[in-house]
Each structure stands twice: as C-alpha cells, then as structure tokens.
C-alpha cells in the first residue's frame, strides 16, 4: 500500500513538474515510458494474460473508487489484496515476462511488421470447409483452432511456424498420417495458418465421453481457457465436430459447418455494423450452396 501511495505521488510531482515547469527530460521520461507500455500491452494481447491485465485495471479502479467514496471496510479488504500484489504480478505473469524479455534480447519488439495477403472470408471458410470434408471422408484426424480476441502465441510458440493462406490442399497435407505436422494442433490467426503440431490444455471435465480422445479432449480445453474456436476431425469415424465455450458440437455438415464459420468470421470482423452483419448472412447462403457439392453427407455416428 505504501509503494502504491509514493508511485501515486510520484506520478503527481512528475505531471505538477511538466506543466508548471516544462523541460525537455520530461517529455523525454514521458515518450520513453510510453513506449515500454505499449510493447508489454503489445505482448500482453496475444496471450491470455490479457484477460488477467484487464481484471487488474478493474480491481485498481474499484480500490480507488472505495477510496474516494469512503467505503473504509471495501478499501481495507482490497489493501490487504494489494500489499502482495507484486508477488502475486510475478506468478501470474511469469510466462509472459520472460517470454518479453526473450523477445527484447531479439529484439524483435522493435522490428517492424510485414504487411502478409490473406484472403478474403468467404475463401477461408470455403477452404476450410473443403478440407474438413475431405478429410472426413478420408477418416483422416485433425485438430484446427482459430484465434479470436485471447492470443494463442504461449500455444503456437510449442510448435512450427507457417504463416501461409488458408487453402484446403495445405491443411489436408498438414494433417497427412505419418507427416512431420500431422501430430498436434494448427492454429490460424487473421485468416492465416501460423502454426502446426501444437502442444493444448486437455480438458479435465469429468463429464467427457469416454469415446472422446485425447484430439477432443485439447479442443474443449482450449474453448474453455480461452475463447478459440476448436474443429475437429475424428481419426475414427470421420465425425466433424465443433468446440467453442467449452460445449463440443458434433456431426456437422459442409452445410452447417459453412453457416458457423461464416458467422464466426463475421463476428470477429473489425466493424460489426448492421450492414455488415446483413452482408455476411447473404454471404453465408451464397456459400452454402457453393458448398453443398462438397459434402458427402452426414458422417455415421461413432
């Protein structure tokens, strides 16, 4: 509580000092600081420490507002949480810092981002539904995870870099038996493949089928620690199946499959406006017909 009182003060001095007296060091401690800030938010997004960082800013709100409102009993108990908040900072995001500080000795944070293609919506979900069918009938395991609002790079980082467009011929040779990629997850972020044979949370849901293996069990897992979306491919049956919030949705169609990746796409676009959403649900008819000649029918049931 102390340390955060003489940060706070500090803060206080340092902006009383830039308006009342200006100098060029402030404004240079102000763009440095600045700059660090934005790397480790940077980091922070593309992890699920996200979500931690998030509810941090919400508990530190609420003990201010106790604060400011004199709720003496509220601002106690969150004190008490704050005195060993640096400990538990550590913990919490020890994966993470020392994955910056990996990172910082590459210095890739500063390096600047390459502009990649990627395709459009419709062709992604067009090539992912084309694979999963062929795949499907082929009785061929696959296990696919789309990034969406958590990052996923703790995950992709345990396996190997692609970054490539989404095509069907691709993922079909990535999930080919006796490949070096076939084992393990792909994940795709901003409609491009990142990465293959990557290591999942399995789930420990005691309420799973026993039917269900190990490549279903890492899709709920993931659906449950973060907010991806898991297609799965049984090795067994041919059963194409869905994970998202933890809740495994099974024998899906090219037809059903084409409505809830396009739906998904449509969710994660930059600006859900109104038009937008009536655009894409046009476009999701228009590509379940597209993709009707794809299916083979329903798989049979395990």
Same mark, same amino acid.
């Given at each position: 509580?102390?340390?955060?009182?003489?940060?706070?003060?500090?803060?206080?001095?340092?902006?009383?000092?830039?308006?009342?007296?200006?100098?060029?060091?402030?404004?240079?401690?102000?763009?440095?600081?600045?700059?660090?800030?934005?790397?480790?938010?940077?980091?922070?997004?593309?992890?699920?420490?996200?979500?931690?960082?998030?509810?941090?800013?919400?508990?530190?709100?609420?003990?201010?507002?106790?604060?400011?409102?004199?709720?003496?009993?509220?601002?106690?108990?969150?004190?008490?949480?704050?005195?060993?908040?640096?400990?538990?900072?550590?913990?919490?995001?020890?994966?993470?810092?020392?994955?910056?500080?990996?990172?910082?000795?590459?210095?890739?944070?500063?390096?600047?981002?390459?502009?990649?293609?990627?395709?459009?919506?419709?062709?992604?979900?067009?090539?992912?539904?084309?694979?999963? =069918?062929?795949?499907?009938?082929? !009785?061929?395991? #696959?296990? /696919?995870? %789309?990034?969406?609002? *958590?990052?996923?790079?703790?995950?992709?980082?345990?396996?190997?870099?692609?970054?490539?467009?989404?095509t069907a011929p691709l993922i079909e040779n990535i999930f080919e038996p006796n490949t070096p990629l076939h084992d393990g997850a792909t994940i795709i972020r901003n409609r491009r493949i990142l990465a293959s044979a990557c290591i999942?949370?399995?789930?420990?849901?005691?309420?799973? =089928?026993?039917?269900?293996?190990? !490549?279903?069990? #890492?899709? /709920?897992? %993931?659906?449950?620690? *973060?907010?991806?979306?898991?297609?799965?491919?049984?090795?067994?049956?041919?059963?194409?199946?869905?994970?998202?919030?933890?809740?495994?949705?099974?024998?899906?169609?090219?037809?059903?499959?084409?409505?809830?990746?396009?739906?998904?796409?449509?969710?994660?676009?930059?600006?859900?406006?109104?038009?937008?959403?009536?655009?894409?649900?046009?476009?999701?008819?228009?590509?379940?017909?597209?993709?009707?000649?794809?299916?083979?029918?329903?798989?049979?049931?395990?």
């Open positions: 509580m102390t340390y955060l009182n003489s940060l706070w003060t500090s803060l206080s001095t340092l902006f009383t000092n830039l308006f009342q007296q200006p100098d060029w060091r402030n404004y240079l401690d102000i763009a440095i600081i600045a700059i660090i800030i934005y790397h480790i938010i940077r980091v922070l997004l593309r992890t699920r420490a996200s979500s931690v960082f998030k509810g941090i800013g919400v508990f530190l709100v609420f003990f201010w507002l106790s604060k400011a409102l004199e709720l003496n009993v509220v601002n106690w108990a969150l004190q008490q949480f704050i005195n060993t908040g640096v400990i538990v900072l550590v913990v919490v995001f020890q994966p993470e810092l020392r994955r910056a500080l990996e990172q910082l000795g590459r210095s890739s944070l500063i390096a600047p981002n390459s502009n990649k293609e990627t395709k459009s919506s419709d062709e992604c979900v067009a090539g992912l539904v084309q694979s999963m =069918s062929n795949m499907s009938r082929k !009785r061929i395991g #696959a296990l /696919i995870v %789309i990034e969406r609002k *958590t990052g996923l790079r703790e995950f992709s980082d345990t396996g190997t870099r692609i970054d490539a467009e989404i999942l949370p399995l789930s420990d849901d005691p309420t799973i =089928s026993r039917e269900l293996g190990t !490549r279903h069990r #890492a899709a /709920i897992g %993931i659906s449950e620690t *973060t907010d991806a979306v898991a297609l799965i491919v049984s090795e067994e049956t041919g059963v194409i199946s869905m994970a998202k919030a933890g809740k495994l949705t099974r024998y899906l169609d090219a037809k059903v499959l084409t409505q809830q990746l396009t739906e998904l796409f449509a969710q994660d676009n930059a600006s859900p406006s109104k038009l937008s959403k009536i655009v894409y649900r046009r476009k999701a008819k228009t590509a379940v017909n597209a993709n009707d000649r794809i299916s083979s029918g329903a798989p049979e049931k395990e």
